[in-house]
């Protein structure tokens, strides 16, 4: 990070932002989509998926939102999930800030705003590959990321209005099929060495569930579910 | 239908919790270091809260008894299958739609 001698091959310009940013769009747009189409059918308005959209910018936490808001969850337990769920991002901002230290702070705060899993992933991927990030394309990245985001959120909460009785055609079942696509994409990073602790520590996370089912409510069993399956895995990795 | 000031205010609020994580690091990351613990703590999150929330979608806790809810099983296998076989997100998520409706069709 320090010291850098190679010749950047990639140059900092806000265009060129734009272009490596390209090939995430595909991304965005069907989960932006289907998170419009998903807030619809948890009694969302497209106002409120706009919104989201702008103010939160986070795929899994908007859907986590939607899940909470129908299970009527009360607003500190919807606040701290969302919290704990997008903890992740400070791992990642804490990779990728390094890079950006001779910047002033409020290109900081802008850099780290706009920061997403995959911005995250291209940055990193760019960083390997570079040694160095730039700012104007770290902001055309980021820039470009946000706004497919919030447009395509906005047109599948109009494209949801659409459908009729959407429980019928198992529209409500979307929510839970995004976080198994998502469960499935997350297991498929760790390194295979690590996945069968990861498997037996889902099995014990499901016994801990039906076990705090008895006691608390749904979203609080989320929560101290995770947080034991975590403590667990740390215990208990080699 | 538009939005209530609850509403607003719990967005708001969620975007607080959302934003402060990722910028803390870009503001004072010049000379902090996390424990290692917690770092390795925080990597399982991802994985927990996910399956947490797939796994609540099996359970009916409406009766006396915690039971399993076989629709939401039933559906849970070929949206897991598809997953795994395409690992994307949008197919997955047309897969679980049309097997969840299928079911309800049928049954």
Known sequence: ?238 | MTTTTAMVLLILGCALVTWLPRIIPFVVVRNIKMPDVVLRWLAYIPVGILSALVIEGLFDTEGEYVAIDWMSMAALIPTLLIAVWTKSLSKTVVAGVVTMAALRYIF
């Open chain 1, 1 to 238: 990070m320090t010291s850098q001698v190679e010749i950047t091959k990639i140059p900092d310009t806000f265009w060129q932002g734009v272009r490596d940013c390209i090939p995430t769009l595909l991304g965005y747009i069907s989960i932006g989509l289907a998170f419009g189409v998903v807030g619809i059918a948890s009694n969302i308005s497209v106002l409120e998926i706009f919104l989201l959209s702008v103010l939160v910018y986070a795929g899994s936490a908007q859907f986590i939102f939607c899940g909470l808001y129908v299970a009527g969850a009360p607003v500190s337990a919807v606040i701290i999930t969302i919290f704990v769920v997008n903890l992740r991002h400070f791992l990642m901002s804490l990779t990728i800030a390094p890079y950006f230290t001779r910047y002033s702070t409020l290109r900081n705060i802008g850099f780290g705003t706009l920061l997403t899993d995959e911005t995250f992933g291209v940055a990193v991927a760019t960083s390997g590959k570079e040694g160095r990030l730039g700012g104007r394309w770290m902001d055309g990245l980021n820039v470009t990321a946000y706004s497919a985001w919030i447009l395509s959120c906005t047109i599948g909460g109009v494209i949801g209005q659409w459908l009729p009785n959407p429980e019928k055609w198992g529209m409500d079942y979307a929510l839970v099929a995004m976080f198994i696509a998502l469960l499935v994409l997350t297991l498929g990073n760790v390194p295979k060495t690590k996945l069968m602790h990861y498997i037996k520590l889902i099995g014990c996370l499901a016994v801990i569930m039906y076990v705090l089912l008895y006691f608390v409510p749904g979203h609080v069993a989320v929560l101290i579910a995770t947080m034991t399956m975590a403590t667990i895995g740390v215990v208990t990795e080699k």
